[in-house]
RNA sequence: UCCCCUAUAGCUCAACGGUAGAGCGAGCGGCUGUUAACCGCUAGGUUCUUGGUUCGAAUCCAAGUGGGGGAGCCA
């Protein structure tokens, strides 16, 4: 017999009278002297679990079912009968209970049906998705990728492949890991006493990526509109509620497109993603709304609904040099040429304009090698969007397509060319001004659903000294 | 990497220099078409480690280790 998944129960899309298969763990149980007992089980196909009746009468009824307790998996077939009791619509009237798997020692099963501190729970990374919060944050996540894929499917963008590996180094956007074959007890030496790379896997030194970006950009100018959606690595020793050593990015480009199309695409892109997980998860982040912030869903709603404000940098300068002579402390000092500190961010987009902020042309000197410098040959066409309650959300700019300017560039901060020639034959033959931007993928997962940590919206964190499961 | 906080029962915490406690969870019993139910009883701790101060340390001090928060870096 197939198995119903407990969403469809819920949903009411499976007619009382219809037998069914469930198949799932046990969130509680609760017995009734009136001859029965009450299951609460789980499946993850939604927020809530299906209620179970399990009658005294089942042959296994006590040696099975009353020893049930939460974490045991169970496959019950029956029939689905309207509720009895209030709190649901629908039940299961257990026919056969069948205990699948039990728990070997309720006394120390790590999740107890109760109150669980986060901290607590990344010590059981491989058990706390059975819990109310993970099983959200789960199907949050799903949504929200799902959403971003088709976003871009139904737009005509192509989704690249970008390597994890990249033998470059070229890619200067923090700390790599290193990614190595050689013997660390014996490595062998040039003559000079350096490591001798020759000798590695690839021929040279190699690393993880820690951003797709210059490779994406090989394919925007090709097919146009591409996107990148993989794991991304730092080896930055930050230790922050914000940072993660493997996380995952979103890296839009598109070709025939200037700073300003940019700033549209994160626009749209971002509220169609979010419009999404309000409509297909309304369970979960009623969950987040009522347990985690209680408006995580006003703040997505507004954020959808209002338009993006664009603002140039040196207005922002000076719009925040106003603040501070009108009386405004900040702990950063407001200068031209200064990039923006969080709470410069946050003053913008939460006290001076009260909506999502699309902050534009940036100086040269604060930003990286690739953004199109501007006519004024002070600033590049960089932006950031910044959200009330967050902060920066996206960065992007448009990319330098003039090869004598871009050499420049690269000559101007000390950069060697040589490794970039294929960057650069971009700019050799037939060139296009192009754009594009970058997303943290899990910092968009904190912004959707309030959760304070990001080590809590992946499944497994990887961190400075944090690579347990 | 820097600064601050913290470590007591399976979990969340109390005890603040004088014999280590509660709630939840667990076990047993009672009660009930129950809703993370409710009531009673029971079990459960070498107070992170090492050293020091003291008649006496969970408590004070030092170092270490783990955890958390903030800053910087960034997405």
Not at 209 to 224: D, I, K, P
Not at 257 to 276: H, Q, S
Not at 411 to 425: K, T
Request: proline share 5%.
């Amino acid at each position: 017999m197939q198995t119903t998944p407990v969403t469809a129960l819920l949903a009411g899309r499976i007619p009382v009278g219809t037998a069914v298969r469930v198949q799932g763990w046990i969130r509680t149980r609760r017995d009734s002297k009136a001859g029965l007992s009450f299951l609460h089980v789980h499946d993850g196909s939604c927020f809530d679990p299906v209620q179970v009746v399990a009658p005294s009468d089942l042959p296994n009824y006590t040696s099975d079912v009353q020893r049930l307790t939460t974490g045991c998996s169970v496959d019950v077939t029956g029939t689905v009968v309207a509720s009895a009791g209030a709190g649901q619509s629908v039940e299961v009237q257990a026919a056969s209970v069948r205990v699948v798997g039990w728990v070997d020692d309720p006394e120390t099963y790590p999740v107890a049906a109760k109150r669980h501190s986060f901290e607590y729970l990344r010590e059981i990374a491989h058990l706390r998705p059975r819990t109310n919060t993970f099983g959200a944050i789960a199907r949050v996540r799903n949504c929200l990728a799902q959403a971003v894929h088709r976003y871009f499917h139904e737009r005509g963008f192509c989704w690249i492949h970008t390597p994890i590996i990249t033998a470059s180094d070229c890619e200067g956007a923090g700390a790599m890991f290193r990614v190595s074959t050689l013997d660390m007890l014996n490595i062998p030496r040039t003559p000079a006493g350096g490591v001798d790379f020759s000798n590695d896997f690839f021929g040279k030194e190699a690393f993880l990526t820690v951003s797709g970006q210059l490779n994406v950009e090989t394919y925007a100018c090709a097919l146009s509109k591409v996107y990148t959606f993989g794991p991304t690595f730092r080896a930055e020793n930050s230790n922050t509620t914000r940072h993660l050593s493997e996380f995952w990015m979103i890296e839009p480009e598109i070709a025939f497109a200037d700073l300003a199309a940019d700033a549209d695409l994160a626009e749209d892109f971002l509220k169609a993603i979010f419009r999404t997980l309000l409509e297909e998860r309304a369970d979960d982040m009623k969950f987040f709304a009522d347990r985690i912030d209680r408006s995580c869903i006003t703040r997505l709603e507004t954020f959808i609904d209002a338009s993006f404000e664009r603002m140039e940098y040196t207005e922002a300068i000076r719009r925040l040099e106003k603040a501070v002579s009108d009386g405004r402390a900040f702990e950063f000092p407001v200068r031209w040429g200064c990039d923006l500190q969080s709470e410069h961010e946050r003053y913008l987009t939460e006290e001076l304009v009260g909506r999502p902020v699309v902050v534009m042309n940036y100086p040269k000197a604060i930003k990286a090698f690739y953004m199109r410098l501007n006519d004024d040959e002070r600033t590049v066409a960089a932006m950031d969007v910044l959200a009330p309650g967050i902060g920066e959300i996206i960065g992007g700019s448009q990319r330098e397509e003039r090869l004598d300017v871009l050499d420049r560039r690269i000559a101007e901060m000390g950069l060697d060319a040589a490794p970039y020639w294929w960057y650069r034959d971009l700019r050799r033959y037939g060139t296009v001004p192009h754009a594009g931007f970058g997303l943290g993928f899990e910092r968009t997962i904190i912004y959707a659903t309030g959760m304070a940590n990001i080590r809590d919206v992946i499944p497994f964190p990887r961190a400075p000294r944090t690579a347990e499961f």
